[in-house]
DNA sequence: AATGTTGGCCAACTGGCGTTGACTTTAACT
DNA sequence: AGTTAAAGTCAACGCCAGTTGGCCAACATT
């Protein structure tokens, strides 16, 4: 066994606590994952998670830290954007734990206020901007990328969080010719407001 | 005060119990809702939840047998089921308390086993039912109503679990007319399977 | 080599949970 | 009126959670 600096030790410990919570809060949200069990699983004492992460709180806060990464719509021809932005999202939560982010968030949104709140903020700040900057229509823009978000929301709580049979069967491919077309109707057909 | 036969005073407090119940586990999922603020919202003792629905597990069983009352989309014509459907929802959504069931649902369901379980066999059960019938080719039925899961779902998670603004913001005039197309491309659009 | 510092473990405290059983009160029945 | 069964209360149990502080050993520093 190779000696470690402290620094190390420590560095990987940390890191070790971050993808045991993470795999736990995806797989069990907020109240049913515990510091006990992410110590156990990270094989350390509980209190080490205190000690490097404040409080069970301040863990989940650390675990949720994420970035979208979305493709500018606006640079994307009409009629390509919701080909574009479905296999984005796709690639993003087929990779291998690529997905992890987004169910830890609707995972523990459904039931914790915090999660909530950060759920907002990330989807105000990333998906609304870029879907409201694809629009031409200014007035409709806002209820567009809100119509939007339910679509792509819905289609990662139905494949990756509830796990629906009929979802889950369904192919990359599949998904992209159903669901690219539907983003280019919201973002392009007439809308009451 | 008037005077209650025990068979009225019994029945108005297992309904008691039922309301706090729905209320609680749809707002904060199952975990975190306990026996004893159940009770205290009832204003009844912790164990008298225990008497009437033998445990905690049981209640939640109790608190989520209702119909989601679904139309049926085959007798509706083709072009008008986008509209009939998401207005339904809408409807049953938007009524006082209407919604319990699927928050409830969608609440738990994350975070506990048996919830998602309950949200598969519903959906599987009525929406994807209801659906299928709805569509002509059978090879896309289950892929299409698959879909048009996600969009529903995807709607009601935002609007009434997350509560994102730019979702609660909409008019459900908005709503008709933005959604009652798409789904109405989910059943019709040309699909690889 | 002696010191201070840091990672790590252990044992314990506090608090809330689901659940139980004994007890009291209230309505129903004879 | 007196008995019985049901509705409801009370206090406690055992458990497990988050969190804390004291301790030890390994490392860094001088």
Redesign the pocket.
Known sequence: MA?????E??R??REAILVAARRQFAAQGFSQ?????VAAEA?????????YYG???DLFVAATDLDLALPDLASVPAGERGDVAIRHFLALWEGEAGDDLLRILLASASTDPEAADRVRAVLAAQLEKVVAAAVDDPATARARAALVATQILGLALCRYVLRLPAVTELSPDTIISGVGPVIDLLLTERLDV
Chains 1, 2 share one sequence.
């Open positions: 000696r470690l600096t402290q620094q030790r420590s990987r410990t994952t515990t510091i006990r069990s094989e350390i004492d509980p209190s080490m998670v205190m000690r409080s069970k709180r």
